[in-house]
């Protein structure tokens, strides 16, 4: 049997039943879309976060797109994020029409360098995309502070980063609006797309609420700025406010993963995660560096491995953005890393001998490089 970086078919058996009733909840209510389960939901992971309004969408990256519509972020103005990140954090800006402007990141946690913010603003600047990457938070007060200075909005990409921590407060509670993502693999995941937005914002939170029903405020009638069909399905929303009662534990799961890793793996020449200062890590995936990267994944074959990278191509390196006018060179660390990472299988239900097996498959291909 092949061993692959994810696998949620451990975590349904374990909790099928709760997951078949949330479906049949729905099915039995007489209302399927935007009904009470998104309401409960939206309700449920605003209070998680001490905060005034959730926004269900129904994916990730349209949660991005969306918060950055409703921070007042126009075509044509820049929007500074990394290149270091999944594409869909630079579709999306890509989508409201915004210009991506790239800063580098820091070689040991592979976070935003937040000290190249200043010199990336412009006066088209609007907003600044903070990337929570891996399960770990960017250093937020140097963002923070910046965008005050500079009357700028700060929209932070949760996606990777639910329940994590930035000296003591969570990710998505310390930018003008946070966007997250309930993609099955996510520390927090649906069985099928699902997003969300978060604000404290009671003007934020009703242009969100238009922008993802049509731009409607009553049914039939388009507001002011024509908007998106972005709802959060009623049954994802069910599925996931009974699972964010679980995510404390999915988060246990998956640092006492990390801890087996860093155990089983310490002296083998591989660079592991770090975290950064005041970080509370919910490792989202576990990234690894080797210079050796494509043989060492190649060799994992033979033992059954499959790993992944994320992410093996710079978004600024992409064809697709080569309109942007990147070049190779610009963003070094960024470009480095992709060279050298690679995933290894994390997930709170990763069974224990799965994990032991991979740790001495790695072992032994390490020490016969
Ligand atoms: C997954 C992810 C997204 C997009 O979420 P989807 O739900 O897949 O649209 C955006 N940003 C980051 C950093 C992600 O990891």
């Not at 935003?112 to 603003?121: E, K, N, P």
């Not at 250093?139 to 500079?150: F, G, H, Q, S, T």
């Not at 932070?156 to 990710?171: M, P, S, T, V």
């Amino acid at each position: 049997m092949t061993t692959f970086v994810w696998d949620y078919l451990p975590e349904y058996h374990a909790e099928r039943e709760d997951i078949l009733e949330a479906v049949d909840t729905v099915f039995q209510s007489g209302q399927l879309v935007l009904g009470e389960s998104v309401s409960r939901f939206e309700r449920a992971f605003a209070d998680h976060h001490g905060l005034a309004h959730c926004v269900g969408v129904d994916n990730g990256t349209n949660a991005l797109v969306l918060g950055l519509e409703a921070l007042g972020v126009r075509p044509g103005d820049e929007v500074i994020t990394v290149s270091n990140t999944a594409a869909p954090t630079v579709l999306a800006i890509h989508a409201a029409g915004a210009v991506p402007v790239f800063v580098d990141v820091r070689e040991e946690d592979f976070l935003m360098r937040t000290d190249q913010l200043a010199a990336a603003v412009t006066e088209r600047t609007t907003a600044v995309v903070p990337v929570h990457l891996y399960g770990q938070c960017v250093d937020m007060e140097p963002v923070l502070a910046l965008a005050r200075e500079r009357g700028l909005k700060v929209l932070e990409d949760c996606a990777q980063a639910h329940g994590a921590r930035h000296h003591g407060r969570l990710a998505g509670t310390m930018g003008d609006a946070a966007a997250f993502s309930f993609y099955p693999t996510k520390v927090l995941g649906a069985y099928g797309d699902g997003g969300a937005v978060l604000t404290d914002d009671d003007a934020t939170a009703a242009a969100l609420r238009r922008l993802r029903y049509y731009g409607m405020e009553e049914r039939y009638y388009v507001v002011s700025t024509p908007g998106h069909n972005s709802r959060l399905d009623e049954v994802q929303a069910e599925i996931l406010r009974r699972k964010l009662r679980r995510l404390g534990a999915y988060i246990e799961g998956r640092r006492a993963v990390a801890r087996r890793y860093a155990e089983g793996l310490a002296g083998t020449g591989l660079v592991l995660p770090t975290n950064a200062v005041g970080n509370d890590h919910v490792h989202y995936v576990y990234v690894v560096r080797h210079p050796q990267r494509d043989t060492v994944i190649e060799r994992l074959r033979a033992y059954g491995i499959e790993l992944n990278i994320s992410y093996p191509w710079p978004v600024h390196t992409m064809t697709g953005f080569a309109h942007l006018g990147y070049r190779e060179g610009d963003l070094p660390v960024t470009e480095r890393l992709a060279k050298e990472i690679f995933s290894l299988p994390m997930y709170p239900s990763l069974p224990q001998h799965v994990q032991e097996k991979v740790i001495e498959a790695l072992r032994e291909v390490l020490a016969g490089l």
